[in-house]
C-alpha cells in the first residue's frame, strides 16, 4: 500500500466512525426523548395561543392572558407570543407592561410592527418624542406600510407638527388610496 491509499482509509475509517457516532446519537433514548419533548413544547405553545386566540374573540381578556402569560412563560423567546401577550395586556389598559414585552420581543427581533406597537404605547403615556423616533424606525423597515404613515401622521397632529401630518397622511394614501381615515383626516388638516 502506497501512503496515498493509508491515508484515503485512515480518512474513511475516521468518516465512518463520525457517521456511526451520529447515528448512534439519532437513535440515543435520551437524545430522541429531548427532540419529542421539544416538539411537544411547541405544540403545547401553539394550542395556547389558539386558546388564546379564541378567548380574545369570544371578549375573555383575562382568560387570553393568562393563557398567554403561561405561552410565554414557558418560552420568553419567542417575539410573537412577547407581541400578542403585549397587544392583550394594552387591550386591557395595562400600558406600562405592554411597553415591557414588546420591548423584550424588540430585543429578540427587531420588526417594524414592534416599533408600531411601541410607538402606540409611547403615544399613550404621553412619550410622544420616543413615540415619533418608533414611528420612524417602522418606516424605515418597511416603507410601504400605510398603517405606519397613518399612525405617526396621527401623533404628529397631537404634536401640532401639521405640515408634517399631512405629508404622512399623504404617503399613506399613495400606498393605499382607499384608506378613507387618511384622506378624513388630510382634508379637515386642509380645511375641507
Do not use: W
Not at 424606525?137 to 404634536?159: G, K, Q, S
Amino acid at each position: 500500500m502506497t501512503i496515498m491509499q493509508i491515508i484515503l482509509l485512515a480518512a474513511s475509517a475516521f468518516f465512518a466512525f463520525k457517521i456511526y457516532e451520529h447515528m448512534q446519537g439519532l437513535q440515543d433514548p435520551d437524545g430522541s426523548e429531548e427532540a419529542n419533548e421539544a416538539i411537544e413544547e411547541r405544540v403545547n405553545i401553539d394550542a395556547l395561543v389558539e386558546e388564546a386566540d379564541r378567548a380574545y374573540d369570544a371578549g375573555r381578556l383575562l382568560e387570553a392572558r393568562e393563557l398567554l402569560q403561561k405561552a410565554h412563560d414557558h418560552d420568553s423567546s419567542i417575539p410573537e407570543l412577547a407581541n400578542r401577550l403585549g397587544f392583550i395586556l394594552s387591550a386591557m389598559g395595562n400600558n406600562e407592561e405592554a411597553l415591557k414585552l414588546y420591548n423584550h420581543s424588540l430585543s429578540l427581533k427587531e420588526e417594524d410592527v414592534t416599533h408600531l406597537a411601541i410607538a402606540s404605547q409611547l403615544r399613550t403615556l404621553g412619550r410622544l418624542d420616543e413615540s415619533q423616533e418608533h414611528y420612524k424606525r417602522a418606516i424605515e423597515l418597511d416603507p410601504e406600510y400605510e398603517v405606519t404613515y397613518f399612525n405617526y401622521a396621527n401623533l404628529l397632529v397631537e404634536m401640532k407638527h401639521i405640515a408634517e401630518a399631512k405629508m404622512m397622511y399623504e404617503k399613506a394614501l399613495v400606498i393605499e388610496p382607499q384608506l378613507e381615515a387618511a384622506q378624513e383626516e388630510l382634508d379637515k388638516l386642509n380645511g375641507k
